[in-house]
């Protein structure tokens, strides 16, 4: 993807467990997270209202992992399972999880 993608993808990526770390909320956290994201974004005042409703719809969808969305949306979803797997590549969970296996197979990583 080209630059802008990718920085509107970190911006989502800094953004997504906003409510998770800030109010100690998991449940509904990404609902949650793009609740907020959008109000930090339009104070901003830095984006335009696609790239808020884009960065937006990824954080609010980025924990419904089996669903398949936006292109924009799976880049979310598959940094955040990445980061939870680096965070702690021994922890099995991620071992069993098809979406780390494929993700981690198409970056040539061996699990």
Known sequence: YDRVTAELAEVAGMLHDYTKYMYDKEES?????????KNILVKMEMFSEDEIELICRA?????NKKQ??????EILKDADEMQHYFRNPM???YFQKERTQKLM???GVRL
Do not use: K, M, P, R
């Not at 956290?29 to 994201?37: G, K, R």
């Not at 954080?59 to 924990?63: A, E, F, V």
């Not at 398949?68 to 949306?73: A, G, I, M, R, S």
């Open 105 to 107: 197979s198409e970056l």
């Open 59 to 63: 954080i609010g969808c980025h924990s």
């Open 29 to 37: 956290h990404a609902e949650e997270s793009a609740l907020c994201a």
């Open 91 to 93: 922890e099995e969970y």
């Open 68 to 73: 398949e969305d936006t292109y924009f949306d």
